[in-house]
């Protein structure tokens, strides 16, 4: 396996995918995917409980291919916006913590 290969199935294994999603996927479908992945991973602990619900029905469904045919736009744009949410929260702490420091 060349050193390429070699990276790209482990970065498609940290973010959530695999390499056939990568190729047959909607750009939209794998992003909410990478998202969705490290909203649980990383921010659990400060998601609402309807979004971890939500985040992992999302899941749950791109794994199983009849499912995932069945998923919209609407419903990837609902998991990106509570990322999205999670994100300017986490940077609203970060220039709290940095301007206390001035």
Not at 30 to 56: H, M, N, W
Request: glycine share 4%; hydrophobic share 35%.
């Amino acid at each position: 396996m060349e050193k390429a290969d070699v990276l790209l199935a482990k970065w498609t294994k940290e973010q959530g995918l695999t390499e056939r999603m990568l190729f047959d996927e909607s750009i939209e479908l794998l992003q909410t995917k990478r998202i969705a992945t490290k909203l649980i991973k990383d921010y659990g602990r400060v998601l609402k409980e309807k979004e971890i619900f939500l985040i992992q029905f999302f899941l749950k469904n791109v794994e199983n291919g009849n499912k995932r045919k069945k998923i919209t736009k609407t419903n990837c744009y609902e998991i990106m916006n509570i990322g999205k949410r999670i994100n300017r929260k986490e940077f609203k702490q970060k220039r709290k913590l940095k301007q206390s420091f001035k």
